[in-house]
């Protein structure tokens, strides 16, 4: 087990590639964000019946692809069959659902780095980490960092693989608030945190950062440049962007 254990995180993550300029969690949209210049892509990984880890972002396969129900049901010959760019460019396409294979292989090709959002399976999280820690667990030629706002997922990803980035995400303050969130992450060694916009303050960032914990953003929408230059001014380490084209050379 090889991964790096040193976290140097850009200002801008492609977020599932650059989805608003390509299909989302797709070959093309990694490549896209690679040719304007990211150097990290954050892609959302489940496995297929057949075991398979595979990009997806949804429970089911109904909103990204021209097919429908949860990828657990199908083995990813058939899920491959499937067109995944239909449902941005509005016609037919020839842009398949990829293994994380083939995005590990691009990224490496590419010196792109990886955050691997691990999604839950509902009762298969544990085989779902399993999986992507088979294939990731001897890769050195690039940084991954792993995330998840399961908590099964990130205590299972923290088990089996000790030695890698890891981060807890947070869509709100329902489950877990602030202060279990610092928890959470010293009690297993967590270096990275990631928040939804509306949960971002000057005194939570300031809080967090007093772990010694990275923080990284994200939005349902593009996170424009007003916004961005906001968040990094009061410590907020990373954002996820899906069109980084205001963006670039700007930090």
């Not at 300031?206 to 961005?228: H, P």
Request: hydrophobic share 40%; net charge negative.
């Amino acid at each position: 087990m090889t991964q790096k254990k040193t976290l140097k995180l850009p200002k801008l993550i492609g977020h599932r590639g650059v989805k608003d300029l390509c299909p989302e969690n797709t070959i093309e949209s990694i490549t896209k964000a690679f040719d304007l210049g990211l150097t990290y892509v954050e892609i959302d990984v489940k496995i297929s019946k057949d075991r398979v880890p595979i990009l997806l972002h949804d429970d089911t396969l109904d909103r990204t692809t021209n097919g429908s129900g949860l990828a657990i049901d199908y083995d990813y010959e058939i899920i491959k069959k499937l067109d995944a760019g239909k449902f941005f460019y509005k016609e037919n396409t020839n842009i398949f659902v990829p293994k994380l294979e083939d995005i590990l292989n691009l990224c490496t090709n590419n010196n792109g780095n990886l955050n691997i959002e691990l999604k839950p399976n509902k009762k298969f999280e544990k085989e779902n980490v399993y999986q992507i820690y088979k294939i990731t667990k001897n890769i050195n030629q690039i940084d991954i960092f792993f995330s998840s706002f399961d908590m099964i997922s990130i205590l299972e990803i923290s088990k089996l693989y000790p030695q890698s980035i890891r981060s807890f995400l947070l869509d709100d303050f329902k489950e877990y608030n602030i202060d279990d969130l610092i928890s959470i992450s010293i009690n297993h060694d967590l270096k990275i945190c990631g928040l939804n916009i509306d949960l971002v303050t000057a005194d939570i960032i300031k809080k967090i950062k007093k772990s010694n914990i990275a923080i990284t953003v994200y939005s349902d929408k593009n996170i424009n440049l007003s916004s961005a230059t906001d968040f990094f001014s009061i410590g907020v380490d990373s954002i996820f962007v899906d069109n980084p084209l205001d963006l670039l050379g700007k930090f």
